[in-house]
T-cell receptor, first 115, second 114 residues
Framework: GAGVSQSPRYKVAKRGQDVALRCDPI?????LFWYQQALGQGPEFLTY????????KSGLPSDRFFAERPEGSVSTLKIQRTQQEDSAVYLC?????????????FGPGTRLTVT | AQSVTQLGSHVSVSEGALVLLRCNYS??????LFWYVQYPNQGLQLLLK??????LVKGINGFEAEFKKSETSFHLTKPSAHMSDAAEYFC????????????FGKGTKLSVKP
């Protein structure tokens, strides 16, 4: 079946611009996660949704970062007034309650470059 | 707090040689442990997972990992490396049975020489 998809795959933004990154999780997966992966590093947690409820946003680095999942399916990560330090790959993952380990399935990521 | 340490940011082996990628974790409760692989410009693909059912876990592409509680380790091995194994590998931990986020190590880049 279809996996997690993300769009756009690549985004170049001028410093100060707003960007919106989209994630389509695997159909039926109730949990959705956003991670930020800086160059040469492992992914770092940003935020977590269960259905439409944002249960944990402790990883969002500043109030310029905002995420939503209004209908419990597609999610959007928005970054306002982008800064150079926001340049990274943004990964989305989804998981279901159907397995004991709740393993997460990742999308291909959106590579954001802020110039 | 949970954490993951991957020893060696870069490992190089010859084709056909043993692959050993090291991962140590810290967790206050029995953890769930995962190994993911990332090919260039792609997302992370799950290789295998430890869920307390068995300490030796077999995954895809011939990889396996052994959970050793006394050593707080979850090293990834493959008896014979293939050129297609060249990629970056990430170890990750999550506490207990919750659906919380994963904590990742910094990754180990595996190179395979012909």
């Amino acid at each position: 079946g279809a996996g997690v998809s993300q769009s756009p795959r690549y985004k170049v933004a001028k410093r100060g611009q707003d960007v919106a990154l989209r994630c389509d999780p695997i159909s039926g997966h109730v949990s959705l996660f956003w991670y930020q992966q800086a160059l040469g590093q492992g992914p770092e947690f940003l935020t977590y949704f269960q259905n439409e409820a944002q249960l944990d946003k402790s990883g969002l680095p500043s109030d310029r970062f905002f995420a939503e999942r209004p209908e419990g399916s597609v999610s959007t990560l928005k970054i306002q007034r982008t800064q150079q330090e926001d340049s990274a790959v943004y990964l989305c993952a989804s998981s279901s309650t159907g397995t004991s380990a709740y393993e997460q399935y990742f999308g291909p990521g959106t590579r954001l470059t802020v110039t | 707090a949970q954490s993951v340490t991957q020893l060696g940011s870069h490992v190089s082996v010859s084709e056909g040689a043993l692959v050993l990628l090291r991962c140590n974790y810290s967790s206050s409760v029995p953890p769930y442990l995962f190994w993911y692989v990332q090919y260039p410009n792609q997302g992370l693909q799950l290789l295998l997972k430890y869920t307390s059912a068995a300490t030796l876990v077999k995954g895809i592409n011939g990889f396996e990992a052994e959970f050793k509680k006394s050593e707080t380790s979850f090293h990834l091995t493959k008896p014979s490396a293939h050129m297609s194994d060249a990629a970056e590998y990430f170890c990750a931990v999550r506490e207990g049975r919750s659906q919380g986020n994963l904590i990742f190590g910094k990754g180990t880049k595996l190179s395979v020489k012909p």
